[in-house]
T-cell receptor
Framework: GIQVEQSPPDLILQEGANSTLRCNFSDSVNNLQWFHQNPWGQLINLFYIPSGTKQNGRLSATTVATERYSLLYISSSQTTDSGVYFCAALQAGTALIFGKGTTLSVSS | GAVVSQHPSRVICKSGTSVKIECRSLDFQATTMFWYRQFPKQSLMLMAT?????????EQGVEKDKFLINHASLTLSTLTVTSAHPEDSSFYIC??????????????FGPGTRLTVT
């Protein structure tokens, strides 16, 4: 099955800094999603982005399907951005496979 | 749209008993649902794929007799943990595909159920 790798595993930022999270996947995909898991465990869907670029406020994401990677950009980070960010990918007929996540800590 | 609910959100049970977790698609019909398990500080691991009206497909290493999955309708899938043991304590999350949505491969996730076995 498909392999999903995320980097870095941990990221510590000062409030206001920008960051880039990376997701590599081992094969072509039909779907790639980015999630933020809140302290209660709920997965917040950030982006559905099998290819191309999308932006939502201070967050944006880019997936380069031909090179099998996706990037999540967080600009002007806030303490509320802290938590675990997951990327997950799937091929048609299968379920989303998750990377191990990036734990982001933003301090004021 | 595309809301998935789970019930209960938290459950504590005694070792040896069985626990049922419900996953519902509230505003769409889900022919396919998925069950994941997440241990503390780890990622989500796929347990099984549930298709309405047919037997679930389990991932390697997941005991199908211990984790019973029933997808009896287009809006409900249930996971029953039978003869629960403390090592089954975990966070269980379901998700669903919306085949009639604009994004047929997008998975919508429930809020999760935290199971503690004492």
């Amino acid at each position: 099955g498909i392999q999903v790798e995320q980097s870095p595993p941990d990221l510590i930022l000062q409030e206001g800094a920008n960051s880039t999270l990376r997701c590599n996947f081992s094969d072509s995909v039909n779907n790639l999603q980015w999630f933020h898991q809140n302290p209660w465990g709920q997965l917040i869907n950030l982006f559905y982005i099998p290819s191309g670029t999308k932006q939502n406020g201070r967050l944006s994401a880019t997936t380069v399907a031909t090179e099998r990677y996706s990037l999540l950009y967080i600009s002007s980070s806030q303490t509320t951005d802290s938590g675990v960010y997951f990327c997950a990918a799937l091929q048609a007929g299968t379920a989303l496979i998750f990377g191990k996540g990036t734990t982001l800590s933003v301090s004021s | 749209g595309a809301v998935v609910s789970q019930h209960p959100s938290r459950v504590i049970c005694k070792s040896g008993t069985s626990v049922k977790i419900e996953c519902r698609s509230l505003d769409f019909q889900a022919t396919t649902m998925f069950w994941y398990r997440q241990f503390p500080k780890q990622s989500l691991m796929l347990m099984a794929t549930s298709n309405e009206g047919s037997k679930a497909t389990y991932e390697q290493g997941v005991e199908k007799d211990k984790f019973l999955i029933n997808h009896a309708s287009l809006t409900l899938s249930t996971l029953t943990v039978t003869s629960a043991h403390p090592e089954d304590s975990s966070f269980y999350i379901c998700s669903a595909l919306n085949p009639s949505g604009a994004r047929i491969y997008e998975q919508y996730f429930g809020p999760g159920t935290r199971l503690t076995v004492t």
